[in-house]
């Protein structure tokens, strides 16, 4: 069965810091991995979406990582901002889309 | 820009009530799925469907959930008799392709208060 997990589960960061959100699954297994944003009571937006033939994804201040053997991909935003703030959620496309717990990200001004 | 839609925004039922939540997916795309979202807790497969028929479910989609496609734009989820523990942001998505190969895109969803 797969597992997803997220670390860290929260992070405060100043402005303008380039930052990194780790996300892990068990099964490498795997078609594709998402990476959604999560506003508080919101749905989900889409972010990256890597298939599992790609090594990385990006999009603006967005870059996504996927290392399928190793069960890990990374989501990297640069030069953060107020804005980001927001759940960060990953997710793997294999039988079925398994989410991982989300890291809750603050940007202070 | 296309987006998914679901209403309503915020359904208070009592339990042992039956609800209909809704959703209307991207005119073009052929797959659907719910997700529920206990507050706090992780995101998680209900169901998804195509071409008329469930495709995959996960064993939280038990007797009490259905799935209908009741006309070409709305894709609904019934729960026949709402427990407290049903209580949820209940949420629609759709794809172009299958899950497999394509970007699922996310309705707002709708919070399910029972009492």
């Known amino acids: 069965k797969q597992e997803v997990t997220q670390i860290p589960a929260a992070l405060s960061v100043p402005e303008g810091e380039n930052l990194v959100l780790n996300c892990s699954f068990t099964?490498?297994?795997?078609?594709?991995l998402q990476w959604f944003r999560q506003d508080p009571g919101k749905g989900l937006t889409s972010l990256l979406l890597i298939q599992s033939s790609q090594r990385e994804q990006t999009s603006g201040r967005l870059n996504a990582s996927l290392d399928k053997s190793s069960g890990r991909s990374t989501l990297y935003i640069a030069a953060s901002q107020p804005g980001d703030s927001a759940t960060y959620l990953c997710?793997?496309?294999?039988?079925?889309?398994?989410f991982g717990p989300g890291t809750r990200l603050s940007v202070l001004p | 820009e296309p987006e998914v839609t679901q209403t309503p925004s915020h359904q208070v039922t009592q339990m042992g009530q039956e609800v209909i939540l809704r959703c209307v997916p991207i005119?073009?795309?052929?797959?659907f799925y719910w997700y529920r979202q206990i507050l706090g807790q992780k995101v998680e497969f209900l169901v998804s469907f195509y071409n008329n028929e469930i495709s995959e479910k996960s064993e939280i989609f038990d007797d009490q959930f259905s799935v209908e496609r009741p006309d070409g734009s709305n894709f609904t989820l019934k729960i026949r008799s709402t427990k407290l523990e049903d209580s949820a942001m209940y949420f629609c998505a759709s794809s172009e392709f299958r899950l497999a190969d394509n970007e699922q895109f996310f309705g707002p969803g709708t919070r399910l208060t029972v009492l």
């Open positions: 997710a793997v496309s294999g039988q079925n889309f398994v």
């Open positions: 099964d490498s297994a795997i078609y594709n």
């Open positions: 005119s073009n795309h052929l797959y």
